[in-house]
């Protein structure tokens, strides 16, 4: 079992960046495959990003790629979500998710979950 806790989200204006982190405690965070979802009000959970348990491979949704970057810090236990030139659209609560292999973009599909992190992009 691991716990999460994200950081990071903020009020920021369009066209900025923004760096989200996610703390891991309990269990071994090396042996989680982790990832990022998005969400706002009255919407579906949407999938952002997922990285391997080495941090070698990585997935983007498609329409986030080029402006997104998922990363991890083994030795830190923190996932972390660079996000680049952010739109108005990018405003959400983004969470972070984890799992002993790699769940697809499917939410329910991952096992543990952060309490998420508010996102808003002025404009």
């Known amino acids: 079992q691991v716990h999460l806790v994200e950081s990071g989200g903020r009020l920021v204006q369009a066209g900025g960046s923004l760096r989200l982190s996610c703390v891991a405690s309990?269990?071994?965070?090396?042996?989680?495959?982790l990832a990022w979802f998005r969400q706002t009000p009255g919407e579906a959970r949407e999938f952002v990003a997922a990285i391997t348990v080495s941090g070698a491979h990585s997935i983007y949704a498609d329409s986030l790629k080029g402006r997104f970057t998922i990363s991890r810090d083994n030795a830190e236990n923190t996932l972390y979500l660079q996000m680049n030139t952010l739109k108005s659209e990018d405003t959400a609560v983004y969470y972070c998710?984890?799992?002993?292999?790699?769940?697809?973009?499917?939410?329910?599909?991952?096992?543990?979950w952060g309490q998420g992190t508010q996102v808003t992009v002025s404009s």
């Open positions: 309990e269990g071994t965070f090396s042996s989680y495959v």
């Open positions: 998710a984890g799992d002993l292999f790699y769940r697809g973009s499917v939410p329910s599909n991952w096992d543990y």
